[in-house]
């Protein structure tokens, strides 16, 4: 990640609430999805159809404890990416993301482009540096 600042003034002099080209430089993070449907062990893909099949109030219930707790960097693919998706945007410190963007990157190009790994993209954002 680059700052925008002279390295000499030094980073930690940046303004930690504005900065520059976020939305861009999450965006070139986003990479496409990759199928592993066949390869989640059979108790994994048992929990996922099932999952699926939940009333979307229940989904977006246990999708609002997943903010609570710190997540791991390594995927699961359990949860559709659209459910990812949706908690992508609501991270509470990426209020100031330019949502037309991000719509814009992720809605270009075929059908087969548009599977895009936002699980990856939001264990990234949330998961903390040790």
Not at 6 to 25: K, R
Not at 59 to 74: A, D, E, G, P
Not at 101 to 118: C, F, M, P, R, Y
């Amino acid at each position: 990640m680059q700052f925008s600042g002279d390295y000499d003034y030094g980073w930690w002099n940046e303004n930690p609430i504005t900065i520059p080209n976020l939305s861009t430089l999450l965006i070139a993070n986003l990479k496409t999805e990759k199928d592993v449907s066949g390869k989640l062990p059979k108790r994994l893909s048992g929990f996922k159809k099932r999952f699926k099949r939940l009333p979307q109030e229940l989904k977006n219930l246990v999708c609002s404890f997943l903010h609570q707790h710190q997540l791991r960097l390594k995927c699961t693919y359990i949860m559709p990416q659209s459910t990812w998706k949706q908690m992508f945007f609501q991270v509470p410190f990426l209020w100031d993301l330019d949502i037309k963007e991000i719509h814009d990157k992720t809605s270009v190009g075929d059908l087969g482009a548009q599977n895009w790994d936002w699980e990856k993209i939001t264990r990234q954002v949330v998961a903390p540096l040790y």
